[in-house]
Structures are given as structure tokens and as C-alpha cells.
């Protein structure tokens, strides 16, 4: 799928329109489609999605529809298993952190595929870079400075109100 993504995506330079992207992102061997539109904001250029996935199963004859808004979205293989996963960026905000003021907040999540319809991975897959380990969500703070991205702003129920996805969490077989 991820040769069809970038051409679906569009060029440098537009600013939004009709999106549709064909692939068996389940991998169940029966196409599968996410039909949306587009735009990118201006000032930090989120670009935003909002569709629908349609997932289908030919031996069961049966197809779903789920749907999708997401903010800064990518189509990967996070864990090499031949299925898609959805990398997702979004800007949030809390009016009160724990140093008493207001701040935005990088939130990114990874979300999956299962039963015909879009599940959140948090308790699958780890995030890996060098000698860090960790979990998604990953929350960062939107801080000028980079060494400031992960200083402790949030409390316990602030961070999983913030890492919510609104889709199922994976179940393990």
C-alpha cells in the first residue's frame, strides 16, 4: 500500500480535496478502502482527514464502515506483520497543566485493524529510539525547546483523557 499513498496524498502545494486510497489494509486478502477528504491548516500545517474506512471480508460476505478524523496521518507497517497500521499526530490542549498554566500537546498514537474495523494498538506496540522505550500514546509538549518535549506537565487522568482515541483498544487472540 505505501506506493499508492504518496500519489493518493498529493503534492506539495494543495491545500485539500478528495481523498481515496485502495489496499487490503487488514491483510485478509479482500481490497478494503479509506475514502475522505483533506486539508492542511495554516500556521504549523496539520493536515486533516475525515472519511470513512470500508473494510470488507469476501468469505464472509460481509463489509464495514467506520468512521475516521485524524490529523497528520500515515499509512505504516509499524511492526512488519503485512498489515497497516495508522500513525497519527494530533495537537491538543489542556487549559491547566500541573505547573498551573495552559499548553499544547503532540499526541501521537498508533491505531490497527481488527475485526473489520479500526482498533487502538496502545497495548501492542512499543515506541524504540536508541536506549528509550515507550508506549503509545506517546505525549510530548509542544515546547521551543526539544530537551523540555517529555518534562512531566500532565497528571495520570489528564494524560489518558489526552490519549483517548475513541476506537476499541486490540484484542489479543
Request: hydrophobic share 35%; charged share 25%.
Amino acid at each position: 500500500f505505501s506506493e499508492m499513498i504518496g500519489g493518493m496524498w498529493g503534492l506539495g502545494g494543495n491545500s485539500g480535496g478528495p481523498c481515496v486510497v485502495h489496499a487490503d489494509f487488514d491483510a485478509n486478502g479482500t481490497p478494503d478502502y479509506f475514502i475522505a477528504t483533506w486539508g492542511v491548516s495554516n500556521g504549523i500545517c496539520i493536515k486533516g482527514h475525515g472519511g470513512v474506512f470500508v473494510l470488507s471480508d469476501a468469505k464472509r460476505r460481509t463489509a464495514r464502515i467506520t468512521p475516521f478524523d485524524g490529523e497528520n496521518m500515515e499509512f505504516i507497517d509499524h511492526d512488519g506483520n503485512g498489515r497497516a497500521e495508522i500513525l497519527v499526530r494530533s495537537l491538543k490542549y489542556e487549559s491547566k497543566c500541573l505547573d498551573g498554566r495552559p499548553h499544547n500537546f503532540w499526541v501521537t498514537q498508533l491505531l490497527g485493524f481488527q475485526d473489520l474495523g479500526v482498533v487502538d494498538l496502545r497495548e501492542v506496540d512499543v515506541i524504540r529510539h536508541g536506549d528509550f522505550v515507550g508506549r503509545f500514546p506517546l505525549i510530548e509538549w509542544f515546547s521551543h525547546d526539544p530537551k523540555h518535549r517529555f518534562r512531566k506537565l500532565l497528571s495520570e487522568e489528564q494524560r489518558a483523557e489526552m490519549g483517548r482515541s475513541g476506537f476499541p483498544l486490540y484484542r489479543r487472540r
